[in-house]
């Protein structure tokens, strides 16, 4: 397997665009995790889903902040609109049931200027 | 609800000279453990976990860790380090029976020549 892939690596985006970050978990996995890290507040949990279904979503900043999962391969996180304080690193993560062991993606990193 | 905590935020060592990286946890139920290395621009892979049984966990790379029940600890170790060790290393934590993974704040390892 490839690993959990996310889309696109790098994001320069403006003010107030609408930015969609994309994730393909491990086929098989059944949990899966955005992160976003940054300097000052390090590596924050933002929603995770567990057979597709948003299971918590009560790190997710602000309304500006959604995700999807349509189905067990593909997932979504969109900024409308974004801000620059937005710009972090965004990772996706996804395991299986049983151990815990999280998968990380390389991480999109997103700069909003 | 689970915490981690990180107690040094940057370790210096020089190569070939032990390390320790310590971790605190709390919960109020029984957890997993985990250890994590991030390499610059890159995403966590995992460096070793404890789920249950022997208490000294061995991972990759040479590193080894000590779930301590009592002081709620479990310490992250290497005999002898090298320069490819530098990376930022991070626990943490997951309750058995659910999905929510909850990271510190990080440790940052530099491996001085």
């Known amino acids: 397997d490839a690993g959990v892939i996310q889309s696109p690596r790098h994001e320069v985006t403006e003010m107030g665009q609408e930015v969609t970050l994309r994730c393909k978990p491990i086929?098989?996995?059944?949990?899966l995790f955005w992160y976003r890290q940054t300097m000052m507040r390090g590596l924050e949990l933002l929603i995770y889903f567990n057979n597709n279904v948003p299971i918590d979503d009560s790190g997710m900043p602000e309304d500006r902040f959604s995700a999807k999962m349509p189905n067990a391969s593909f997932s979504t996180l969109k900024i409308q609109p974004s801000e620059p304080r937005d710009s972090a690193v965004y990772f996706c993560a996804s395991s299986s049931q049983g151990d815990g062991e999280a998968f990380f993606g390389q991480g999109t990193r997103l700069t909003v200027v | 609800a689970q915490s981690v905590t990180q107690l040094d935020s940057q370790v210096p060592v020089f190569e070939e000279a032990p390390v320790e990286l310590r971790c605190n946890y709390s919960s109020s139920v029984s957890v997993y453990l985990f250890w994590y290395v991030q390499y610059p621009n890159q995403g966590l892979q995992l460096l070793l976990k404890y789920l249950s049984g022997s208490t000294l966990v061995k991972g990759i790379n040479g590193f080894e860790a000590e779930f301590n029940k009592s002081q709620t600890s479990f310490h992250l170790r290497k005999p002898s380090v090298h320069i490819s060790d530098t990376a930022e290393y991070f626990c943490?934590?997951?309750?058995?029976?659910?999905?929510?993974?909850?990271f510190g704040a990080g440790t940052r390892l530099f491996v001085k020549a």
């Open positions: 086929s098989g996995h059944n949990s």
């Open positions: 943490a934590v997951q309750n058995t029976g659910g999905f929510k993974t909850i």
